[in-house]
């Protein structure tokens, strides 16, 4: 049974920093493709960003280009999203994701994405 568990969510200020993990269990982790992705109240799932089973490719959005880095340890089976410089219009639920390797073209699409885990809060407050 695939898991995928987030954490390290909560209430940051603009210009503030969070780093939010996703340990996943019950998959060969390095072999999948993972993504963070975002969901604010009445508005679809959006991609944040994205990477290959080796780290070596990565994807992002426009919108979070130079202040957020994706990475991943893939001996800890962990995921990380590291946000600095955080807007107000970055509070969401973020969810991070997991499929088998991607075409370039699927990373940033969550309709790509087989396993989800279950979202944590971020709250960027002025």
């Known amino acids: 049974q695939v898991q995928l568990v987030e954490s390290g969510g909560g209430l940051a200020q603009v210009g503030g920093s969070l780093r939010l993990s996703c340990v996943a269990s019950?998959?060969?982790?390095?072999?999948?493709?993972m993504g963070w992705f975002r969901q604010a109240p009445g508005r679809a799932r959006e991609a944040v960003a994205a990477?290959?089973?080796?780290?070596?490719?990565?994807y992002y959005v426009d919108s979070v280009k130079g202040r957020f880095t994706i990475s991943r340890d893939n001996s800890q089976n962990t995921l990380y999203l590291e946000m600095n410089n955080l807007k107000s219009e970055d509070t969401a639920v973020y969810y991070c994701?997991?499929?088998?390797?991607?075409?370039?073209?699927?990373?940033?699409?969550?309709?790509?994405?087989?396993?989800w885990g279950q979202g944590t809060q971020v709250t960027v407050s002025s």
């Open positions: 990477l290959s089973w080796s780290g070596k490719y990565t």
């Open positions: 994701g997991a499929d088998r390797p991607l075409d370039h073209s699927d990373y940033l699409n969550p309709l790509s994405y087989e396993y």
């Open positions: 019950g998959l060969v982790f390095d072999a999948y493709a």
